[in-house]
């Protein structure tokens, strides 16, 4: 009775604290500035590495998810506060190891499937961005949010609020406008053929990222232990890992590594430059991914496909202020509708809560 009262309080000290809700609000505040940092800045970058000279496609879609690194600090961090708690807890008494990861061998199986998933996204979205303006880009990208609404019915059952359902169809309506224009932005090295293809791609990474946001959160749902915001940090690393490995591989095959020192010399922007441009374009993407499962850790798919949507009319402002491109009044309607869907769903979300707290009041003010 002793040793397993003794193997429970190790596992109380070891495991997480459970987050409150005032912790709550400050992750997902923090999560949504990552996604709007790496949503805004990981395509601009991508796309100022092409109009640059750049031509590597598997290289561009490496750097979405090569910034996997950056996770292994903040897992660190929590590892070290986690033995800290640990120490403090047993005193003096016999200290046993502090576990140094969360996550179990089925779930990180099923991480690198997704990770793989996600390598094929970033290709088919790096690949098409390289025929592709950024606001055109952009517009099809923004069919994410439709598939993953979908998706996300079928796989999880989240359900749709009148308040949902506006913010879908006004942030949709607010993306199509974006690319009302652009039926004569096709740049002056890309073929007819070739434009089309990059719609097709870009088409495709917007469909295979709206199934990818609902699996993971039906990874959380599924998973046969408490999920952690420190697990989520190993769970996107896992996926980081193996969506990087992907890419690498066809890096390997079409001899892009061999190809990064010739382009580093011929680009427009200088070979120091054109080093920056990779890594922080890595860095912002890290940030977006990070950022995206963070999300759907603390609220859900469908609030994380909104975000993407609302930030697509930053990232048109951004491409006018470094790319200059035009700014019309398609854009202007466009960024209004998609701040008007953010505040539709927001206010949707508010009115969720107040109603089950006040379900939960008059549960406990019934008598028994």
């Known amino acids: 009775m002793d040793v397993e009262g003794q193997d429970l309080d190790r596992q109380n000290k070891d495991a997480p604290p459970q987050m409150n809700k005032g912790l709550r609000r400050a992750l997902i505040a923090v999560n949504c500035v990552l996604m709007a940092i790496g949503n805004a800045g990981g395509p601009l970058l991508l796309r100022l590495y092409f109009q640059s000279g750049g031509r590597r496609q598997w290289l561009s879609g490496w750097l979405e998810t090569s910034g996997w690194p950056i996770i292994l600090l903040p897992l660190l961090v929590s590892y070290l506060h986690r033995r800290r708690r640990l120490i403090l807890g047993l005193g003096h008494r016999h200290q046993p190891p502090t576990k140094l990861f969360f996550i179990t ?3 990180f199986l099923y991480c690198a499937a997704l990770g793989l998933l996600l390598g094929l996204d970033d290709f088919l979205y790096a690949y098409g961005l390289s025929f592709l303006p ?7 990208i923004s069919a994410q949010l439709v598939f993953t609404a979908f998706f996300a019915f079928v796989l999880v059952k989240q359900k749709f609020t009148p308040y949902s359902i506006n913010s879908v169809v006004l942030l949709t309506v607010g993306a199509v406008m974006l690319g009302l224009h652009v039926s004569s932005d096709r740049p002056n090295n890309v073929t007819r053929g070739e434009y089309y293809m990059g719609f097709v791609l870009t088409l495709g990474a917007a469909a295979v990222y709206g199934l990818f946001l609902p699996l993971v959160e039906l990874t959380y749902t599924k998973a046969k232990q408490a999920i952690t915001y420190t697990l989520v940090m190993e769970m996107q690393m896992v996926m980081g890992f193996f969506a990087t490995a992907f890419c690498t591989v ?22 120091f430059r054109y080093y920056v441009v990779l890594v922080w374009c890595a860095i912002l993407w890290q940030f977006l991914f990070l950022g995206t499962v963070g999300v759907i850790f603390c609220v859900n798919t469908l609030l994380a496909g909104v975000l993407i949507a609302v930030f697509i009319p930053v990232t048109e402002v951004f491409a006018v202020i470094f790319f200059k491109e035009k700014f019309g009044s398609e854009k202007g309607v466009a960024l209004a509708l998609s701040l008007w869907g953010l505040a539709s769903y927001s206010y949707g979300e508010y009115r969720e809560g107040k109603r089950s707290q006040n379900m939960a009041a008059d549960l406990s003010n019934q008598p028994v």
């Open 250 to 271: 066809g890096m390997l095959v079409n001899k892009d590594f061999q190809a990064i020192p010739r382009e580093a010399k011929h680009d427009e922007q200088g070979e």
């Open 105 to 107: 061998r089925p779930l």
């Open 134 to 140: 950024v606001s055109t880009s952009a517009l099809l």
